[in-house]
């Protein structure tokens, strides 16, 4: 019943943009943080950016400050991620996550859900 369904990514020239889509469903999505990951061809998954579940807290990895911007529409169980000014090893495939953090620091082993991917490819 839980669903993560991204969408957005494709190809894009390095310097262009893209804004990426998830849409929730089957879990109270005002109650989450929500983030997104990516894995970049035979490389680990790392964060890039979250998002608190009133959308006052947000967190950006260091190597996407000032080009992404994470936000959530939580009358529309969806979150985004502009992205600007994108390189060419930032190809990866973007993952959409949720997960329950009560206090806001600890992610929860438990109510953690995870979205099917979308390709992002920088290249000219």
């Known amino acids: 019943q839980v669903q993560l369904v991204e969408s957005g990514g494709g190809l894009v020239q390095p310097g262009g943009s893209l804004r990426l889509s998830c849409a929730a469903s089957?879990?109270?999505?005002?109650?989450?943080?929500m983030s997104w990951y990516r894995q970049p061809p035979g490389k680990e998954r790392e964060l890039v950016a979250d998002i608190t579940s009133a959308g006052t807290s947000i967190n950006y990895a260091d190597s996407v400050k000032g080009r992404f911007t994470i936000s959530r529409h939580n009358d529309k169980n969806t979150v985004y991620l502009q992205m600007n000014n994108l390189k060419p090893e930032e190809t990866a495939v973007y993952y959409c996550?949720?997960?329950?953090?009560?206090?806001?620091?600890?992610?929860?082993?438990?109510?953690?859900?995870w979205g099917q991917g979308t390709q992002v490819t920088v290249s000219s």
């Open positions: 996550n949720a997960n329950r953090r009560p206090l806001g620091a600890v992610r929860s082993t438990l109510y953690n859900y």
């Open positions: 089957g879990f109270t999505f005002s109650l989450y943080t």
